[in-house]
T-cell receptor, first 113, second 115 residues
Framework: SQTIHQWPATLVQPVGSPLSLECTVE??????LYWYRQAAGRGLQLLFY??????ISSEVPQNLSASRPQDRQFILSSKKLLLSDSGFYLC????????????FGDGTRLSIL | AQSVAQPEDQVNVAEGNPLTVKCTYS??????LFWYVQYPNRGLQFLLK??????LVKGSYGFEAEFNKSQTSFHLKKPSALVSDSALYFC?????????????FGAGTRLFVKA
């Protein structure tokens, strides 16, 4: 069966520090991968998605970047964190067909001090 | 452009009563619709989907959803609510444009089930 791992679960970082959040998927090949941010336990904002290695689409201009160095690995990064980067970050994967649901990791709660 | 609306921020029901969480959508073409549930400090979990066929879709944990094309709705239902159903529920539509890689989520409805 397929599983998705996301770490760390919680992270506290000072303003201006770098960030690296990692997400890996097991049990499937060539998944579509996604990074979302969820503010205040409400709606999801799509940050990045990837349909293959090295292929990254950015949805909103921001202080973050994403990379996909391997088929089942998706990394969210920042060189210098801002206070506004605080939030709950969720990674998800889906199979290639458009009628398939997304499957989410358990998220990283990021607090910027 | 595809969009999805959840008109209620919160729904309160008593345990054992039926529950409905509302969702309406706007799409060009045939809709691919989904419901997800989120428990505190967890990721979203897939409940059910409508792609084609029978308008009543059954999913996990006793939930079902009714697709109504004329009303462009996809309401989530359960005949008898449990306290453990209390969570945040998201309706979503697959954005077919641009290859269908993206999913548009509603703002979420918080369900409270009182014992």
């Amino acid at each position: 069966s397929q599983t998705i791992h996301q770490w760390p679960a919680t992270l506290v970082q000072p303003v201006g520090s770098p960030l690296s959040l990692e997400c890996t998927v097991e049990g499937t090949s060539n998944p579509n991968l996604y990074w979302y941010r969820q503010a205040a336990g409400r709606g999801l904002q799509l940050l990045f998605y990837s349909v293959g290695i090295g292929q990254i689409s950015s949805e909103v201009p921001q202080n973050l970047s994403a990379s996909r160095p391997q088929d089942r690995q998706f990394i969210l990064s920042s060189k210098k964190l801002l206070l506004s980067d605080s939030g709950f970050y969720l990674c998800a994967w889906s199979a290639g067909q458009t009628n398939q649901p997304q499957h989410f990791g358990d998220g990283t709660r990021l607090s910027i001090l | 452009a595809q969009s999805v609306a959840q008109p209620e921020d919160q729904v309160n029901v008593a345990e054992g009563n039926p529950l409905t969480v509302k969702c309406t959508y706007s799409v060009s073409g045939n809709p691919y619709l989904f419901w997800y549930v989120q428990y505190p400090n967890r990721g979203l979990q897939f409940l059910l989907k409508y792609i084609t066929g029978d308008n009543l879709v059954k999913g996990s944990y006793g939930f079902e959803a009714e697709f109504n094309k004329s009303q462009t709705s996809f309401h989530l239902k359960k005949p008898s609510a449990l306290v453990s159903d209390s969570a945040l529920y998201f309706c979503a539509v697959r954005d077919i444009g641009g290859g269908g890689f993206k999913t548009i989520f509603g703002a979420g409805t918080r369900l409270f089930v009182k014992a």
